[in-house]
């Protein structure tokens, strides 16, 4: 559906950016704050020891696109008529009788 590919393909974007900036091809450090770009600069500040300068930019990229990610298919399971109708029935009555048979075989 829609939204699944709207979301899927920011998150898609989102990761080409953050790599191609730590790979030091992404946009120009002056025009924009990169999260690739602050990896590539933290790489030097681990080895000399400040080691969480690379966590914040890491866990800012994978939560958003983690978070992009799991909202595209929650409106992907909300949009889809089947999975609508699969849930109505595993709700209604349909496990109520498996209980009442079992209760009179008792």
Do not use: C, M, Y
Request: hydrophobic share 50%; glycine share 10%.
């Amino acid at each position: 559906t829609l939204p699944l590919i709207l979301t899927l393909n920011a998150s898609e974007a989102i990761l080409t950016l953050a790599g191609l900036g730590f790979l030091g091809f992404g946009i120009e450090p002056t025009a924009a704050a990169e999260w690739g770009f602050d990896l590539n600069k933290s790489i030097s500040d681990v080895a000399a020891g400040i080691w969480w300068t690379s966590i914040f930019p890491g866990t800012a990229i994978v939560l958003v696109v983690l978070g992009i990610t799991l909202v595209g298919e929650s409106l992907n399971d909300l949009a889809d008529p089947r999975l609508r109708t699969r849930h109505r029935a595993l709700t209604s009555g349909a496990g109520q009788t498996d209980v009442d048979e079992l209760e009179e075989n008792l």
